[in-house]
């Protein structure tokens, strides 16, 4: 069993729809970050979380430390928006533990 | 501030050669993580340097090594390329080392023929 588990691993769109892409852990963390990566490949991070809630823009991303549960969020989801959505975990250090990550698009 | 720069952006290598790969992370940032990224085996951690001590590294083979330096760039060399090698390579900088945001670079993409 994966210690980073994502769903769904491919997600359509139509613009405009609200998703939600989900990510389970095996064991207690120090944080949990959700990336997103272009075509082309850079990465860039969008939230690194140890508990609660964070927003940015139109991105939600939370965290059930209980349930070793966290989701993203995406409001009001625009053909900008497609990429891939990737959960990783840490442990009080930088070495990231990746899921598999999630491949979203959205369509005009 | 600049971002994470990473040099070359490609390479293609044979079988058998030596590549090294350099990644200059963010003004003031001391960590200094390595990941890599096929289709098959996703993103996977290589290691991770703090004040140029190696404070973490991955399962992988001893191929793989890397270094910091005191300005806290960093280079990984990997030894007689192998076809599987082909892969992006990611490094990524923070700045305390202790889990917190990763900023990453664009990546080099290493080919080996």
């Known amino acids: 069993k994966n210690e980073v588990e994502q769903s769904p691993q491919n997600l359509t769109a139509q613009e405009g729809e609200f998703i939600t892409i989900n990510c389970s852990y095996s064991v207690g963390i120090s944080a949990l970050h959700w990336l997103q990566q272009h075509p082309g490949g850079g990465i860039v991070s969008l939230f690194m979380l140890s508990s609660g809630k964070k927003k940015h823009g139109r991105l939600i991303a939370t965290i059930n430390i209980q349930e070793k549960h966290s989701s993203l969020h995406i409001t009001a989801s625009h053909p900008r928006d497609s990429a891939v959505y990737i959960c990783a975990v840490s442990y009080n250090t930088d070495k990231l533990i990746f899921g598999t990550g999630t491949r979203l698009q959205v369509f005009p | 501030k600049a971002g994470v720069t990473q040099t070359p952006r490609y390479l293609i290598k044979t079988r058998g050669q030596q590549v090294t790969l350099s990644c200059s992370p963010i003004?003031?940032?001391?960590?200094v993580s390595w990941y890599q990224q096929t289709p098959g085996q996703g993103l996977q951690f290589l290691f991770e340097?703090?004040?140029?001590?190696?404070?973490n590294k991955g399962n992988f083979p001893g191929r793989f090594s890397g270094r910091q330096f005191s300005n806290s760039r960093s280079e990984m060399n990997v030894s007689t390329l192998e076809l599987g090698d082909s892969a992006l390579y990611l490094c990524?900088?923070?700045?305390?080392?202790?889990?917190?945001?990763?900023?990453f670079g664009p990546g080099t993409r290493l080919t080996v023929l």
């Open positions: 340097y703090f004040s140029e001590t190696q404070r």
């Open positions: 003004s003031g940032h001391r960590s």
């Open positions: 990524a900088s923070s700045l305390t080392g202790d889990g917190d945001t990763q900023y």
